[in-house]
């Protein structure tokens, strides 16, 4: 069956980039990052390629998403890093998701949970180390950490991990990278001496894997590395392979008139007699609208800027005298081998990263999976 878009991920690519990160992470565990809908490729399959290349660990933001996981029949390790009061912990502890708990209110909430659940609660202590988002430094550090060992002491918790997240990892050199490191460092040696025995100390995302060897610690957490993306575009691609390709078929192809305005508002007029293509994705596909006469795609073996404003459900290029017919495949974005844009260039017409562009990609384009499941 033909569809007008879709988002064809190459889960070899996923499982051969969390490989390459392994190698590079020595020793340290990786977990990888699947979170909201693995940066838009698929949860369950991109969490299976990445466990299939090497990761032993799963992380998530929002305990929703670990529990789809388990449902999925993941039983891995799998940490949620975002929690709001209220949410379902007793069945986090209950189906043994790792919880990451940087605030004493959450704290409560987990030690209550696991007193219903009848078993203890899988926590990593988060430390705000300079990123000022998540976490706790300071004198509430401290308390976190008391309150966290108390709570071990009477079984309702073990205290797993300790953690937390670079602010400027994707800036070689920026000061805050060895501060960052400093402070963790400092804050995990406190909660140690004060009686901890942590499993896992992680800090380094993508961008600190692969640049700041000194961040790695006992596991790493890249994201948008192992989807083959690089998170420091100035370093170039660490050899990392673009799992996501976007593709939709030509809906239209018809010749129109000099000086025809295109699409709405007009913001594009035919410089002569040309043919035009309809594309059949628009921003209700995720597609940015800022793309309006940007971005550029790949059609009959051309790129090709998209012409006037992009629609919610379809955009339109002119291809000029070049022929296609309707249902020929325009590659939007890709690994870039067959002369299309790759996601990062997308991002960068646009002043924005390459996560948002993979991950804006919305439910309305099905996933495929060429290559079969890992
Ligand atoms: C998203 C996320 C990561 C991964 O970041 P990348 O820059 O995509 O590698 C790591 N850790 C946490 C806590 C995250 O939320």
Redesign the pocket.
């Known amino acids: 069956m033909n569809v007008p878009a879709e988002a064809r991920v190459d889960l070899d690519a996923i499982a051969g980039n969390v490989g390459l990160l392994r190698e590079r992470a020595r020793g340290a565990e990786v977990m990888a990052?699947v979170?909201a809908e693995a940066y838009g490729h698929g949860l369950a399959e991109a969490a299976g390629a990445a466990l299939a290349g090497g990761a032993s660990w799963l992380?998530v933001?929002k305990l929703v998403e670990a529990l789809r996981l388990r449902d999925a029949g993941f039983t891995v390790r799998t940490l949620v890093?975002v929690g709001v009061p209220g949410e379902p912990y007793e069945e986090a502890v209950a189906r043994d998701v790792d919880l990451t708990v940087g605030a004493l209110w959450l704290l409560d909430e987990v030690v209550q949970a696991a007193e219903r659940a009848g078993r203890a609660a899988r926590i990593h202590l988060k430390a705000d180390t300079g990123m000022s988002r998540g976490g706790v430094r300071g004198r509430d550090w401290e308390e976190l950490v008391d309150a966290a060992l108390k709570a071990e002491a009477s079984g309702r918790v073990h205290v797993v991990g300790v953690?937390s997240?670079f602010a400027c990892a994707d800036e070689p050199g920026h000061p805050s990278i060895a501060a960052q490191v400093g402070a963790f460092t400092e804050m995990a040696a406190y909660a140690e001496k004060a009686g901890a025995r942590f499993e896992v100390r992680h800090l380094a995302?993508?961008?600190g894997a692969l640049t700041v060897p000194e961040a790695r610690f006992d596991l790493v957490?890249?994201?948008?590395?192992m989807y083959g993306l690089t998170?420091i575009p100035a370093l170039g691609t660490f050899g990392l392979r673009p799992a996501m390709t976007l593709v939709a078929d030509a809906a239209l192809v018809k010749r129109v008139p000099g000086g025809s305005g295109v699409s709405y508002g007009h913001t594009y007029h035919t410089e002569r007699e040309t043919t035009l293509a309809v594309v059949p994705a628009g921003y209700g596909d995720g597609i940015p609208r800022h793309g309006s006469n940007v971005l550029q795609v790949l059609a009959g073996g051309a790129r090709r800027t998209i012409a006037g404003r992009v629609c919610m459900d379809q955009f339109v290029i002119d291809l000029g005298d070049d022929h296609l017919a309707a249902g020929d495949e325009i590659v939007l974005f890709g690994p870039g081998d067959r002369g299309e844009p790759t996601a990062q260039e997308w991002a960068d017409a646009l002043g924005t990263i390459s996560?948002e562009i993979v991950t804006r990609i919305g439910s309305r384009v099905p996933r495929s999976y060429p290559g079969g499941a890992l």
Do not use: Q, T, V
Not at 221 to 225: C, D, F, N, T, Y
């Open positions: 990052m979170k992380g933001a890093s953690m997240h995302n993508s961008a957490r890249p994201g948008i590395a998170p996560y």
